[in-house]
């Protein structure tokens, strides 16, 4: 190897952040239009903060002050602060919200996309850099306003292409556990923060695990232990309760907190029922039904962000990776009240309740859920070259075409026909525009309709028959180009 070679870069991403052709750009930008429209529809506006924000504005995930790079991406400016890479868009909105008070419109509303970046291990479906689109309420304590969000991510869902009892939005209030444990004389926060771990391991662990973990600990298959949270059996039997709710077939909103109204929830708890009820009464005035969104006390999001009510969007599709086996997606969004994240800057509690779709994980999940067929990117209509005597020709053609709001390329390489044919195929065009000497010469065009060139000669078997019928190819006059070629693309 010579010494030019060694000394070369390897071609590689980093790991964690992943390259992306047409059809994971196109499903991604059609969700986030989408999405974009339900939202400003329901009156939020939009709003685009820096991909930095300064690293004291994060605050969750920078436990080294010197050097912040746990959690985040971050580097130092040229006058020693430290700036990071957003890993949300709550974050910057806390901040703007802070830093424009003043002269905003309160509550203020608006919604956000765009990519976010976590410094974190990278693994299957797990990247460090992806997208979101969130929607914020900020300056309203009503849970009209969080029933309202709610509503909002249901119909964001129809619209980002999940039928009805494809998704659902299950909802609890961070208080219930708040009341349940302070009603239970449980006052240590590790002890409670174990205990909501626990429960937020229940889709994956079942009751009996979950019990377990309540109490003393659980030995896992592999013969690791896990600590407990060691609560009195008395706040045990609460929380099953709470579980029974959840997985209670045909309970309604209503139904649930009727069956954990009977626990020991202290005013917190007691505080949370009703704001829950609040929310269910709204979210029925707008005509949202039961089976799209849930109450489900289980659900213990972002255990040290929220202050209220917590939403998860679950994806209920049958998904399945590249080999066809069966994968679980889950969480496809979520969000909550949050009051207070705008405090950190201002020292006032300022309500605030938002929602966020991934962007690239519903994607994802609707593509592993063989939905992905709308997101074929389109190639352009291809020009084939034969002559450099008759290139003007071929610009002429490619010209009019555009002209006609049609997508077509001129074939630029140095490839005989036959490899310009397999171009076009891998380009994914609909169609490819011949001109040879003969057309040129008796003002005609040949079209070949590669997408029905693909089907038919899929059902011809015999060589020698598909070359004499020439599947999916006609030769018009020239000055139908256009039409012809439009009538193949509709």
Not at 258 to 268: C, K, M, Q, R, T
Not at 328 to 334: L, P
Not at 346 to 360: D, E, K, L, Y
Not at 394 to 406: F, K, N, P, T
Request: net charge negative; hydrophobic share 40%; glycine share 10%.
């Amino acid at each position: 190897m010579t010494d030019e070679a060694s000394n070369r870069p390897e071609a590689r991403a980093p790991r964690g952040l992943a390259d992306r052709r047409g059809r994971d750009l196109t499903a991604e930008r059609r969700i986030v239009a989408r999405v974009s429209e339900v939202y400003e529809r329901w009156g939020f506006e939009a709003l685009e903060t820096p991909a930095f924000e300064y690293a004291d504005a994060l605050g969750k995930f920078l436990p080294d002050a010197d050097r912040p790079n746990e959690g985040v991406f971050a580097l130092q400016d040229d006058d020693d602060q430290w700036m990071a890479l957003r890993y949300d868009h709550t974050a910057p909105l806390a901040r703007f919200a802070a830093q424009n008070w003043e002269t905003l419109p309160k509550p203020f509303r608006r919604y956000a996309y765009g990519p976010v970046w976590r410094n974190e291990k990278p693994g299957p479906g797990r990247f460090r850099e992806f997208w979101q689109c969130d929607a914020d309420t900020v300056g309203s304590d009503r849970p009209e306003a969080d029933a309202e969000i709610i509503a909002m991510g249901c119909e964001g869902l129809r619209a980002a292409g999940l039928a009805a009892g494809q998704a659902v939005i299950r909802v609890s209030n961070r208080k219930l556990f708040d009341g349940l444990f302070d009603a239970g004389g449980i006052t240590d926060p590790v002890q409670r923060l174990t205990a909501l771990r626990a429960v937020d391991k229940y889709d994956r662990l079942g009751v009996e695990g979950v019990r377990l973990l309540l109490g003393e600990g659980r030995l896992d298959e592999s013969g690791d232990y896990t600590k407990g949270a060691n609560l009195p059996s008395s706040v045990v039997g609460a929380i099953e309760a709470f579980l029974a709710s959840a997985e209670t077939p045909g309970l309604s909103r209503a139904g649930v907190l009727d069956a954990v109204s009977g626990a020991a929830l202290g005013a917190a708890g007691e505080e949370a029922l009703k704001e829950l009820a609040a929310i269910d009464r709204a979210l029925t005035a707008m005509g949202v039904a039961q089976d799209d969104v849930r109450f489900d006390p289980t659900i213990v999001r972002g255990l040290e962000y929220y202050t209220g009510a917590v939403f998860e969007a679950e994806l209920l599709l049958d998904t399945k990776d590249e080999k066809g086996r069966a994968v679980r997606f889950g969480s496809i969004g979520g969000g909550g009240r949050y009051d207070d994240l705008v405090s950190r800057f201002t020292g006032q509690s300022t309500p605030a309740t938002g929602f966020s779709f991934g962007v690239s994980r519903l994607a994802s999940a609707l593509r592993a859920a063989g939905r992905g067929a709308e997101d074929e990117t389109r190639g352009p209509v291809v020009a084939i070259v034969f002559s450099e005597d008759d290139m003007q020709h071929y610009l002429d053609a490619v010209s009019e075409l555009r002209a006609a709001g049609i997508a077509a390329e001129l074939y630029l390489g140095r490839a005989g026909m036959k490899a310009q044919m397999k171009y076009a195929d891998r380009r994914g065009a609909p169609a490819a525009v011949i001109l040879g000497g003969d057309e040129i010469a008796a003002g005609q065009v040949t079209i070949k309709d590669l997408d029905a060139g693909r089907a038919r000669a899929a059902a011809i078997a015999d060589n020698d028959a598909w070359k004499a019928e020439r599947p999916g190819q006609q030769t018009v006059a020239r000055d139908q180009l256009v039409a012809v070629v439009r009538s193949i693309i509709e």
